[in-house]
């Protein structure tokens, strides 16, 4: 803030500068609140503000604040979904997906197999995937998952649109739901479902030094949440991804997952969409938001 005071700016400048280099420092995030010490300002560019008691302290809730800005050759957007847009996204969802969803339960349920949390709870997320499949143009669209477990967001892309041929790889042995729903999917789906077991370390190298030529449309990581896997494995997609493609990195919130993410954003080339997407935890959402990149510039809203 200071900095921007210090040189002479236009009123829509000093905004755009004070908002710019707050989100750039990490000092504010969209999902952040931050404080001003002895501030005296009534308004601050149009955003909302509440000042304690003593009035030597503002509270900017960075929600209010013009949330998408450029960085380069990147648009960069911050997103934080109120539990009345996640509730609001179920509407939109398609029948057929959510009728997988429940599937998908019973199955799990019937069989007594083990599984963790997965995106069919995470209604806001779930409609993204499927959404952002509109953006394809191509016959056929390939799509690589790391970390199965039992399904869930496989069938957002095989239910949502019949070009989606489906690429997955998982463990097979932490989650025991995954080998079950993954013999019914690949009844089911027959040559759009492709399932690899194993650790992605050692199958994922394997996979592509077989299938040289394999280019993956849309990307979703979400194996191992160490930084480490999550690396490695956005550095191994990377030298495979088709001519217009799209990333996912799950559970992607100031964490290892974050850092990994935007440890790996310099690797790619040209211009590039960034959204980072904060849930707001209610109920059975307890994932803390989701990463995407993509090569659709004008991706960032469905």
Same mark, same amino acid.
């Given at each position: 803030?200071?900095?921007?005071?210090?040189?002479?700016?236009?009123?829509?400048?000093?905004?755009?500068?004070?908002?710019? =280099?707050?989100?750039?420092?990490?000092?504010?995030?969209?999902?952040?609140?931050?404080? *001003?010490?002895? $501030? @005296? /300002?009534?308004?601050?560019?149009?955003?909302?503000?509440?000042?304690?008691?003593?009035?030597?302290?503002?509270?900017?809730?960075?929600?209010?604040?013009?949330?998408?800005?450029?960085?380069?050759?990147?648009?960069?957007?911050?997103?934080?979904?109120?539990?009345?847009?996640?509730?609001?996204?179920?509407?939109?969802?398609?029948?057929?997906?959510?009728?997988?969803?429940?599937?998908?339960?019973?199955?799990?349920?019937?069989?007594?197999?083990?599984?963790?949390?997965?995106?069919?709870?995470?209604?806001?997320?779930?409609?993204?995937?499927?959404?952002?499949?509109?953006?394809?143009?191509?016959?056929?669209?390939?799509?690589?998952?790391?970390?199965?477990?039992?399904?869930?967001?496989?069938?957002?892309?095989?239910? =949502?649109?019949?070009?989606?041929?489906?690429?997955?790889?998982?463990?097979?042995?932490? *989650?025991?739901? $995954? @080998? /079950?729903?993954?013999?019914?999917?690949?009844?089911?789906?027959?040559?759009?479902?492709?399932?690899?077991?194993?650790?992605?370390?050692?199958?994922?190298?394997?996979?592509?030094?077989?299938?040289?030529?394999?280019?993956?449309?849309?990307?979703?990581?979400?194996?191992?949440?160490?930084?480490?896997?999550?690396?490695?494995?956005?550095?191994?997609?990377?030298?495979?991804?088709?001519?217009?493609?799209?990333?996912?990195?799950?559970?992607?919130?100031?964490?290892?997952?974050?850092?990994?993410?935007?440890?790996?954003?310099?690797?790619?080339?040209?211009?590039?969409?960034?959204?980072?997407?904060?849930?707001?935890?209610?109920?059975?959402?307890?994932?803390?938001?989701?990463?995407?990149?993509?090569?659709?510039?004008?991706?960032?809203?469905?």
């Amino acid at each position: 803030m200071t900095l921007c005071m210090a040189i002479e700016l236009t009123s829509k400048q000093f905004c755009s500068c004070l908002v710019a =280099g707050l989100i750039s420092l990490n000092v504010l995030m969209i999902w952040q609140a931050a404080v *001003f010490k002895h $501030a @005296k /300002v009534q308004n601050l560019c149009g955003i909302k503000y509440e000042q304690d008691a003593s009035h030597s302290n503002i509270s900017i809730n960075m929600q209010d604040v013009l949330s998408t800005y450029k960085q380069g050759s990147w648009e960069i957007t911050w997103n934080t979904i109120s539990i009345a847009q996640n509730a609001a996204a179920r509407t939109r969802i398609p029948n057929s997906i959510l009728s997988r969803f429940q599937i998908i339960d019973a199955w799990v349920q019937q069989s007594r197999a083990r599984r963790t949390g997965h995106v069919g709870e995470n209604n806001f997320e779930t409609l993204t995937y499927w959404s952002k499949l509109k953006l394809f143009k191509q016959n056929i669209i390939h799509v690589c998952e790391t970390g199965f477990n039992a399904g869930h967001s496989a069938v957002i892309f095989l239910e =949502g649109d019949n070009r989606t041929v489906y690429h997955g790889w998982d463990l097979g042995t932490e *989650f025991s739901a $995954a @080998k /079950v729903v993954a013999g019914k999917l690949s009844q089911e789906y027959g040559a759009r479902f492709h399932i690899t077991w194993g650790s992605t370390f050692d199958t994922l190298p394997e996979y592509f030094r077989r299938e040289r030529n394999h280019l993956c449309d849309v990307v979703v990581i979400d194996a191992e949440h160490t930084y480490k896997a999550v690396l490695f494995e956005l550095q191994i997609f990377k030298h495979y991804l088709g001519g217009d493609w799209l990333i996912f990195v799950d559970d992607c919130h100031d964490n290892d997952i974050m850092r990994a993410f935007d440890k790996f954003l310099p690797d790619l080339q040209g211009k590039l969409n960034v959204v980072k997407y904060k849930n707001t935890p209610h109920g059975d959402l307890i994932s803390p938001g989701f990463c995407q990149v993509s090569s659709f510039i004008k991706s960032s809203m469905w």
